[in-house]
């Protein structure tokens, strides 16, 4: 149980072009959806915190105009990098969670397997 | 802010075990996360540590001292499958939210 998928695996873009990432729970309910992003021999760094149905909450430096999240369902966050350039290029790894931001306790965030973004 | 440090990387011999350190400052503590991650795959859940003590399972355990900021993290009986990246990460709440900060992660090599 708890699998998260995302799509692409990989992808390719032009510089100016916008690119999005998509992030399913296939087994689980995700109230909450975390966005990070890690680059080479980098730890992971959040980038925005989104609960469906809400605006995402994003971290300080990261740009919520660029970085366009939707979390329409309780089942898929997407991810819209916009007019991507070169210093874009990482590793997008979503997480998901079933537990409400806010509640107490501390559930386990459960990882997809990545997105590597290479802008050309 | 929040600091974590680990090592950022340590050598092993299959069979043998490996403690991996990590001390951390933080506000708003509500636990410790160790995950494991291959090159170029997502990060893979271990362990979680919200109470003092050593967590055990199979072979890995992990341990937690709050009022030291410290855990580490001990794999037994290497095995050449364990060479990976080991996250640090810890859960903060701020305000509302409750959030993961990831430790810079300590490269393990496990050679025959």
């Known amino acids: 149980g708890a699998v998260v998928s995302q799509h692409p695996s990989r992808v390719i873009c032009k510089s100016g072009t916008s690119v999005k990432i998509e992030c399913r729970s296939l087994?689980?309910?995700?109230?909450?959806m975390f966005w990070y992003r890690q680059f080479p021999k980098q730890s992971l760094m959040l980038m925005a915190t989104?609960?469906?149905?809400?605006?995402?909450?994003?971290e300080q430096g990261v740009e919520k105009d660029k970085f366009l999240i939707n979390h329409a369902s309780l089942t898929l966050s997407t991810l819209t990098v916009t007019s991507a350039h070169p210093e874009d290029s990482s590793f997008y790894i979503c997480?998901?969670?079933?537990?409400?931001?806010?509640?107490?306790?501390?559930?386990?965030?459960?990882f997809g397997p990545g997105t590597r973004l290479t802008v050309l | 802010g929040q600091n974590i440090d680990q090592p950022t990387e340590m050598t092993a011999t299959e069979g043998a075990i490996v403690q991996i350190n990590c001390t951390y400052q933080?506000?708003?503590?509500?636990?410790l996360f160790w995950y494991q991650q291959h090159a170029g795959e997502a990060p893979t859940f271990l362990s979680y540590?919200?109470?003092?003590g050593l967590e055990e399972k199979g072979r890995f355990s992990s341990f937690l001292s709050r009022s030291k900021g410290y855990s580490y993290l001990l794999l037994k009986e290497l095995q050449m499958k364990d060479s990976a990246s080991y996250l640090c990460?810890?859960?903060?709440?701020?305000?509302?939210?409750?959030?993961?900060?990831f430790g810079k992660g300590t490269l393990l090599t496990v050679n025959p």
């Open positions: 989104s609960n469906e149905g809400s605006k995402a909450t994003y």
């Open positions: 540590n919200v109470l003092d």
């Open positions: 087994d689980f309910q995700a109230t909450t």
């Open positions: 997480s998901a969670s079933p537990a409400v931001q806010g509640l107490a306790g501390a559930d386990t965030q459960y």
């Open positions: 933080t506000s708003g503590f509500n636990g």
């Open positions: 990460a810890v859960l903060n709440s701020g305000g509302s939210n409750y959030k993961l900060t």
